[in-house]
């Protein structure tokens, strides 16, 4: 089974933590919406396996018109094989999400929405310059429940100056709406950024890792005590409400990453679409995909498996780690993991003759630095 993420690079405005690919000027909508539709016709012999998920990414997808959403889901039934109950799912915004979209979106092929409500709180949300307001996060889930019965929120945590009161409050307020999956990241400063700025001004504080700790320990312990199981790092999700698409990512599955800035996996090889609207249009048109590959090494792909294993609930495969690279790099892992081990991050169990390495519950927010001492780094 494999995936297709089709990258949607416009939005209303500039979040300021934001560094994904995005313009904010619409007008080579239309352009982008041929340019992504050809190129999804160009790579179709790229998958050789059934497609099990839609995603639209961005940006912000649901800036789209519903009848451009349907035009591209068409277009990958058109010329791929689709299995009989994908997921497809629809990145949106609140502001977007009226009642009429939302109706319509209902009776589209989409059957997932991820909504960007970031905070519910009017102060967290001009702070990281938000397009929608408090009002619109509520009214948009109050629609949103009635027509789709698998929705994802985001949220952020370590928000400057945020209390442990208010965060438990935006936890709560999302449990108040009966969503079955959430997503919550920490805010991060990323080079470039207007936040980056802001931060090297005085402007506004820098962030607090010790205040987002303690802001991640509260969710885990909340969402936990509520039946959410805590399966990737930054998701929990009630039972059959685990995002489909995003774990076949973490259980490197394969996928092709469509649009400007979109990345593409098929097992030994990455390729990253070029990040600019226009040149990216230009060379769809000469039928050309505008793209860089790498193909990777053993030790990337060593290096990727144990990433992606201890962000996840189902750890990193000792026995799979020798058999796909060898008795070398097991001991290897087994040798850099015993500082953590002791530690109390790491912890081995076995499952059905097999050891999984795993992190804690101390561990898991420092999983994906735990998990660069043990990448292989020379060989």
């Not at 789209?64 to 039934?77: C, D, M, R």
Request: glycine share 6%; net charge negative.
């Amino acid at each position: 089974m494999a995936g297709i993420y089709l990258h949607i690079p416009f939005c209303k405005q500039a979040c300021h933590y934001c560094d994904f690919h995005f313009s904010t000027s619409l007008k080579k909508k239309d352009e982008m919406l041929q340019a992504l539709a050809k190129e999804l016709v160009l790579r179709k012999r790229e998958l050789n396996e059934p497609i099990e998920t839609i995603y639209f990414g961005g940006g912000t997808p649901s800036v789209l018109a519903t009848e451009e959403i349907n035009f591209l889901i068409e277009t990958v039934y058109n010329h791929y094989e689709v299995i009989s109950e994908p997921e497809i799912t629809l990145e949106a915004n609140p502001d977007d999400l009226s009642k009429e979209k939302i109706i319509a979106l209902a009776e589209s092929p989409v059957n997932r929405l991820s909504i960007g409500i970031q905070s519910f709180f009017e102060e967290d949300l001009k702070l990281m310059n938000r397009a929608h307001n408090a009002e619109e996060a509520e009214k948009c889930l109050e629609w949103a429940t009635r027509y789709f019965a698998n929705i994802s929120i985001d949220l952020i945590y370590g928000i400057q100056h945020m209390s442990e009161t208010c965060w438990i409050a935006n936890i709560e307020k999302a449990l108040g709406f009966g969503v079955p999956h959430i997503s919550c990241y920490a805010l991060t400063v990323e080079p470039k950024t207007a936040l980056a700025s802001f931060i090297d001004k005085g402007i506004i504080d820098d962030v607090d890792d010790a205040l987002a700790e303690k802001h991640f320990d509260i969710l885990v312990d909340t969402l936990t005590a509520d039946n959410f199981v805590h399966y990737e790092l930054s998701n929990f999700g009630k039972e059959g409400f685990f995002s489909k698409n995003n774990t076949a990512y973490w259980l490197q599955k394969k996928y092709l990453g469509v649009g400007p800035s979109a990345h593409s996996f098929n097992g030994t090889h990455r390729s990253w679409n070029i990040n600019n609207n226009s040149k990216y249009i230009a060379g769809i048109a000469s039928g050309k995909v505008p793209s860089e590959v790498e193909k990777l090494s053993k030790t990337d792909r060593y290096n990727e498996a144990v990433m992606t294993g201890l962000r996840t609930i189902w750890g990193v495969s000792l026995h799979q780690i020798e058999e796909d690279f060898g008795e070398r790099y097991k001991m290897y892992l087994l040798q850099q993991a015993e500082k953590y081990i002791h530690k109390g991050l790491l912890e081995i169990t076995s499952e059905e003759n097999n050891e999984v390495l795993t992190t804690t519950k101390k561990g898991k927010f420092l999983a994906d630095g735990i998990a660069s001492h043990l990448f292989m780094l020379n060989l």
